[in-house]
């Protein structure tokens, strides 16, 4: 035999009466209540050091697609001439810091 909750505690539901009495205000009608929150700058440095750490962590080491796209264009004979190799042998002394 299955027992009915109301039943079991007189018609009442308790549950009904503890969330009634949390929707319940003590202050007067019309005045309202302003939340506010307010973050630490180290708090938003900590969370964008947690959100730049996953997208680290989510992208790939190798982008293989580009890597495809510069086989590709290295094939080409004319591809690689003396500008486009100085250009990037200064690209390299610059980001070395020589």
């Known amino acids: 035999m299955m027992l009915n ?7 009442v539901n308790p549950l009904n009466t503890v969330q009634n009495t949390h929707h319940a205000s003590n202050r007067p009608a019309g005045i309202a ?3 506010s929150i307010s973050v630490s700058a180290e708090a938003m440095s900590a969370a964008e050091a947690y ?5 680290a962590e ?11 796209s510069i086989k ?7 591809y690689l001439n003396p500008e486009r190799i100085a ?6 002394m610059m980001a070395w810091g020589l």
């Open 58 to 68: 989510e992208t790939p080491d190798v982008r293989s697609d580009l890597i495809a």
């Open 87 to 92: 250009s990037a042998a200064d690209g390299l």
């Open 72 to 78: 590709e264009k290295i094939k080409d004979p004319n």
């Open 51 to 55: 959100y730049l750490d996953q997208v």
């Open 33 to 35: 209540v302003n939340d």
């Open 5 to 11: 909750k109301l039943d079991t505690f007189g018609g």
